[in-house]
C-alpha cells in the first residue's frame, strides 16, 4: 500500500532495517553511499532496488537535501550495479516512485532496476 504522506525520515521503515542488518536481503552491491539488493517480488528477471545510506525518505528529499558527494555516489552505485549485471547491451529501466500518486510504498529513497526482458510501454494508462 502506498504511503498516504512523506513526513520526517522513520527509522523503522524496512529498508533502513535492512541497512543495519536486522532483516536479510540478497545484496548486489554496496560501497560507501549505496546498498543494493534483489526486490523481494520481482517485476522482471532483473529487478533491484538501489537505496542510500543516508536518511532520505523519498527522490524529491534526496535530490533536494543530499550533498554532492552523495547525490553522485548514489548514481555511481547505480553504475555499479548496472555494469556488475552488465545489463548495458540489453537495455534497463530505471523507476523511482516518490509520494502518493507515484505510489511509493516505503519511505526511503529508493530506485528500482529493471531488465532482463523487453519491458514495454513506459507507463499502463
Ligand atoms: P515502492 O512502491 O517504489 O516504494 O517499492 C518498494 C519495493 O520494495 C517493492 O517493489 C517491494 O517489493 C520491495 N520490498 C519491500 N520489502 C522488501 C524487502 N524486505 N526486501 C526487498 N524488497 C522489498
Same mark, same amino acid.
Request: net charge negative.
Given at each position: 500500500?502506498?504511503?498516504? *504522506? %512523506? !513526513?520526517?525520515? =522513520?527509522?523503522?521503515?524496512?529498508? &533502513?532495517?535492512?541497512?543495519? !542488518?536486522?532483516?536479510?536481503?540478497?545484496?548486489?552491491?554496496? =560501497?560507501?553511499?549505496?546498498?543494493?539488493?534483489?526486490?523481494?517480488?520481482?517485476? &522482471?528477471?532483473?529487478?533491484?532496488?538501489?537505496?542510500?545510506?543516508?536518511?532520505?525518505?523519498?527522490?524529491? =528529499?534526496? %535530490? !533536494?537535501?543530499?550533498?554532492?558527494?552523495?547525490?553522485?555516489?548514489?548514481?555511481?552505485?547505480? *553504475?555499479?550495479?548496472?555494469?556488475? %549485471?552488465?545489463?548495458?547491451?540489453?537495455?534497463?529501466?530505471?523507476?523511482?516512485? &516518490?509520494?502518493? =500518486? &507515484?505510489?511509493?510504498?516505503?519511505?526511503?529513497?529508493?530506485?528500482?532496476?529493471?531488465?532482463?526482458?523487453?519491458?514495454?510501454?513506459?507507463?499502463?494508462?
Amino acid at each position: 500500500m502506498a504511503v498516504a *504522506a %512523506l !513526513g520526517n525520515y =522513520d527509522r523503522s521503515n524496512v529498508f &533502513a532495517r535492512i541497512l543495519r !542488518g536486522e532483516i536479510p536481503c540478497r545484496k548486489v552491491h554496496e =560501497d560507501a553511499h549505496v546498498m543494493a539488493f534483489h526486490d523481494i517480488s520481482p517485476l &522482471a528477471p532483473v529487478h533491484v532496488l538501489v537505496i542510500p545510506k543516508g536518511e532520505y525518505v523519498s527522490m524529491a =528529499d534526496f %535530490l !533536494g537535501h543530499a550533498s554532492d558527494a552523495e547525490i553522485s555516489g548514489f548514481w555511481r552505485g547505480v *553504475a555499479a550495479v548496472t555494469a556488475a %549485471l552488465n545489463l548495458a547491451p540489453g537495455g534497463f529501466r530505471l523507476l523511482s516512485n &516518490a509520494g502518493y =500518486d &507515484a505510489h511509493q510504498e516505503v519511505p526511503h529513497m529508493h530506485v528500482h532496476i529493471f531488465a532482463g526482458r523487453e519491458l514495454g510501454p513506459m507507463l499502463c494508462q
